[in-house]
């Protein structure tokens, strides 16, 4: 069947045109970046590495159906659903003389070279604009081996989709390549063809797949190259170093996703970011991981990570006996007001990773993909962290050492062993930020950041696997952009809103550490106002402080709670107005409350909006002296010694009026 697009009239009926992508009117030139070239056999192969090659197989996707219909593309038809609860989507399968070009070791792909074919079945995406046919679309690789790209090309040779962000592996012993996850996004050429300029690049859906063996030259596992060095673990030769881990957030950006009831007063916008981290590059002598001034790792040997997908016990299993233990990923959006107040106004679920490509500087070694060795590069693409089955809440995770509770999870709620299906929508346990906390309109003097950070079991420093980047958002039509600024910096976003002050701001940070329970920051700022007034703002950062209530042991950990903390309290003197609370979102009956006694401000939570971990919330009033040292108290959520922390920071103070000196 001839690939084709028809072009729909407004009243919802077929055009005369009838246009076939190579007969498309009003399109420029062919852009030899438009083309999908042929296999590219250049791409050197790496130490120990062989060749293999596939033959047919199986293609699914898993739609963004809401920004589908954002493109006028809202429906899928014709094609049949996965029978899998576990992995949705709908199964194209691959013309029998399809191939993809594999290089690796018989343990691990390390990249995809090369590769052409064709789809079959009907399936087609339809709306009030378009209809698009997937059948005999043909697919080409782009030879990149760092970045391949799959390209889905219409019968003009143009570019329709492409695929990018490519997670792959060996299964089932080695006789089938799989692609775990890619992001399938719209070529230039078909918004352009849509009419639809913001669809250019648009990540629609996730693309697996699964293709068998047709020849298998692979070469074995470098000599010398044993089993991962885990954390913990002594290096051998050299008395009193251990292997540590210390993994780096690279880079990252961040992209829309769709939005929830935007025909409504205040809709939700979905954000997701493509995540890309390394790990430390260090073997005996300190260098340069990534180019920051937080980006060369104290750890001088490189712990190698274990990355399993859920309900998977680790071959490796000293020192993480029995588990299925891997990365997870969250990210957070904040706004710095006019008033110079920072509030987190968006925070995702939990992403909970399976695999890793290794690409990059890799050291060798056992393990394969599942494994991330010394130097080595992994990527999760925007589909791959919007996909529903790989989400859950934070409530599930002890952040400070990477555990999960498998046991009563949403993932097992029966504790069985085996993974249940989990029932999602497209905005479900996503990160949603309302339209009136992004828009410019409404928020005039505004600026934004967005922060995303993995959570990895054992890593020495949190801060270095976490970055932030400026970021803006408007509406366009029935859409919302998305610019990702820069710099791109390693670290929190408090850090960025300490750095960054209006004049006559005095600015005090501190960091809650050594708790054996987890770490939270907190940055004061005292603004001069005019007319004799200050306004106060407390920023704090719960990063990973939770106090855990558990039962059991991996792999059969269940974590009952694992709140942080439930008050915030700061000295205070003399007269004192305006006091607020921010928790990003919009409802005020779970808002903290506020009582002063005496000498103290004491704000509390109510139960169920704890300040929990990879959470700011945000405390300010306004005060007629100037900021003096002074100590703030955090209370602990959860019974237990020490029930309160104390934390470095500044009051007012009466004895010193704003009239005396502001510096």
């Known amino acids: 069947m001839r690939l084709s697009i028809r072009l729909i009239a407004a009243s919802g009926l077929a055009c005369a045109m009838g246009l076939a992508f190579g007969a498309t009117r009003g ?12 296999a590219d056999a250049r791409v050197a192969l790496r130490a120990g590495d062989g060749t293999a090659t596939s033959q047919g197989g199986t293609l699914r996707l898993r739609f963004n159906t809401p920004l589908l219909q954002e493109f006028g593309l809202g429906r899928v038809e014709g094609a049949q659903r996965s029978s899998d609860l576990l992995r949705a989507g709908f199964v194209l399968e691959l013309s029998p003389r399809s191939t993809f070009d594999l290089h690796g070791t018989e343990d691990s792909v390390h990249a ?80 352009e063809l849509l009419g639809q300029p913001l669809a250019a690049d648009a990540r629609i859906a996730e693309l697996h797949l699964e293709a068998p063996l047709r020849t298998r ?33 690279q880079s990252y950006s ?94 995702s679920s939990v992403k909970h990773a399976f695999l890793t490509v290794n690409s990059g500087n890799c050291a060798p070694g056992l393990g394969g993909n599942h494994v991330l060795r010394r130097g080595c590069a992994d990527t999760y693409g925007v589909g791959n962290n919007d996909a529903p089955q790989d989400l859950g809440p934070r409530s599930e995770i002890i952040p400070a050492t990477g555990r999960f509770g498998r046991c009563g999870s949403i993932f097992d709620t029966n504790c069985d062993g085996v993974e249940n299906s989990v029932s999602s ?46 970021f803006t958002t408007a509406p366009s039509g029935t859409n919302w952009t998305a610019v990702n600024g820069s710099p791109f910096r390693l670290g929190p976003a408090i850090d960025r809103w300490a750095e960054s002050s209006p004049a006559e701001t005095q600015v005090h940070r501190s960091e809650l550490t050594e ?18 007034q200050a306004r106060y703002h407390y920023a704090l950062m719960n990063v990973d402080f939770s106090r855990p209530v558990t ?36 409802s005020a009956a779970n808002d903290w409350t506020f009582e002063r006694i005496g000498d103290r401000l004491v704000w509390t939570a109510p139960a169920g909006n704890e300040l929990n971990w990879g959470t700011l919330f945000s405390f300010s009033f306004e005060a007629t002296s100037f900021p003096s040292p002074a100590v703030a108290t955090l209370g602990v959520a959860e019974a237990g010694l020490p029930s309160a922390h104390v934390i470095p920071t500044v009051m007012s103070n009466s004895d010193a009026l704003l009239s005396d000196s502001f510096e």
């Open 27 to 38: 399109v420029g030139p062919q852009s030899p970046l438009d083309l999908a070239p042929a």
């Open 112 to 191: 995809v070279v090369g590769g052409s074919g064709s789809l079959g079945s009907g399936l087609r995406l339809t709306g009030g604009r378009a209809a698009i046919d997937f059948e005999g679309m043909r697919y080409a690789v782009r030879g990149d081996a760092v970045s391949p790209r799959i390209d889905f090309i219409g019968r003009d040779g143009r570019v329709l989709f492409y695929a990018d962000s490519l997670m792959f592996e060996w299964i089932n012993g080695g006789a089938t390549f799989h692609i775990r996850s890619a992001d399938l996004s719209i070529s230039a050429h078909l918004a």
């Open 217 to 249: 030259a692979l070469g074995a596992v470098p000599k010398g190259a044993g089993t991962p060095n885990f954390h913990g673990e002594a290096v051998p030769g050299v008395p009193g170093e251990t292997y540590q881990v210390d993994v780096f957030m």
């Open 254 to 347: 961040m992209s829309y996703q769709g939005c929830n009831n935007c025909a409504g007063p205040d809709g939700q916008i979905k954000f997701v970011p493509s995540s890309t981290l390394v790990n430390n590059l260090n073997n005996g002598t300190f260098v340069q991981t990534v180019n920051d001034p937080m980006g060369t790792s104290a750890a001088r040997y490189t712990g190698d990570v274990p990355w399993y997908e859920k309900f998977t016990t680790s071959p490796w299993a000293f020192p993480y006996p029995g588990n299925d233990q891997h990365p997870y990923l969250i990210w957070n959006l904040y706004r710095t007001g006019a008033d110079g107040s920072l509030v987190q106004i968006g925070r």
């Open 425 to 470: 929508g497209q905005f479900d346990r996503r990160m949603l930020v309302r339209e009136s906390a992004v828009d410019p309109v409404l928020n005039p003097g505004a600026t934004f950041l967005t922060e995303s950070w993995y959570i990895v079991q054992d890593d020495i420093n949190v801060y270095n696997t976490m970055a932030t980047r400026p």
């Open 515 to 532: 708790t054996g329970e987890g770490q939270a920051k907190l940055v004061a700022k005292a603004i001069r106002l005019a007319g004799g």
């Open 551 to 586: 039962e059991g042991q991996p792999p059969n950990l269940r974590v009952l709670r694992n709140l942080g903390f439930r008050s915030f309290e700061v000295p205070v003197f003399g007269a004192i107005s305006d006091i607020r609370f921010y928790d990003g979102d919009d």
